[in-house]
């Protein structure tokens, strides 16, 4: 039984039920596909639906000035480890998802390796901000 790294499950995951979520919220859909499957040395996920479908340039630019969190969420937690995202939508023509993901071992290495040395800084700063505030009382 193949396993995936935990970031890329998780990834993949998040992804899909974010996509699922919006599909609930916004898009009338009547069907909905997910796949999930790997060609070489690349995971690819789709998430499409036959919805009401948006305009995709907007709804990016709405989430690069933060006022689409999901979408947003969606390109950061695929990007973090390295992937790549797509988001293909047009009024009346329904929306698709795609996250494509890295299953090269030493580039999934060195992404957990990059990931956990940044959770590691973060905690760390995060201690010393404690310890600082402390300190002044």
């Not at 995951?13 to 919006?22: I, K, P, S």
């Not at 795609?98 to 992404?111: E, G, H, M, V």
């Amino acid at each position: 039984d193949m396993r995936f790294s935990p970031a890329i499950e998780t990834t993949c995951f998040r992804v899909t039920q974010e996509a699922l979520t919006n599909v609930t919220r916004y898009a009338q859909a009547r069907h909905v596909w997910i796949d999930l499957g790997q060609q070489g040395t690349e995971l690819q996920l789709r998430v499409r639906d036959d919805g009401v479908g948006f305009d995709a340039s907007a709804a990016q630019t709405r989430a690069t000035q933060g006022k689409s969190f999901g979408i947003l969420g969606m390109r950061e937690r695929v990007e973090l480890i390295g992937g790549r995202f797509d988001l293909i939508s047009a009024p009346g023509r329904g929306t698709e998802i795609r996250a494509y993901f890295s299953l090269s071992p030493i580039s999934a290495t060195a992404d957990i390796d990059e990931l956990h040395s940044s959770l590691t800084m973060a905690s760390a700063t995060k201690q010393e901000t404690v310890s600082s505030i402390r300190d002044r009382s």
